[in-house]
Nanobody
Framework: QVQLVESGGGLVQPGGSLRLSCVVSGSTFSINAMGWHRQAPGKQRELVAS???????NYADSVKGRFTISRDNAKNTVYLQMNSLKPEDTAIYYC????????????????WGQGTQVTVSS
């Protein structure tokens, strides 16, 4: 019911910035929250930031003060602004939508984008 497409990744130097975008389509009315996760090679996927339908945001301690999650409902797009990037931020970043709908018996269900690569290196 929900499709997510990420973009905006790339290669940046330490201290640089990137803005990731996630375009959402489908049954957007059923989305309860959006988020960004990341997965580095050989590492487990971890939550980076999330934003609820009520605009409450949450960030991993490792990115607080550096990353900002936001959304533009008119454009059906969620953003992740990443500043002061560090080499340890290198990962594939995935957009996530948490859906609550009758088709899932009102249980939360996660949809994922294909991911976009972020590499922080000099």
């Amino acid at each position: 019911q929900v499709q997510l497409v990420e973009s905006g990744g790339g290669l940046v130097q330490p201290g640089g910035s990137l803005r990731l975008s996630c375009v959402v389509s489908g049954s957007t009315f059923s989305i309860n929250a959006m988020g960004w996760h990341r997965q580095a090679p050989g590492k487990q996927r971890e939550l980076v930031a999330s934003i609820t339908r009520g605009d409450t945001t949450n960030y991993a301690d490792s990115v607080k003060g550096r990353f900002t999650i936001s959304r533009d409902n008119a454009k059906n797009t969620v953003y992740l602004q990443m500043n002061s990037l560090k080499p340890e931020d290198t990962a594939i970043y995935y957009c996530n939508a948490k859906v609550i709908a009758r088709v899932t018996n009102w249980n939360p269900y996660d949809y994922w984008g294909q991911g976009t690569q972020v590499t922080v290196s000099s």
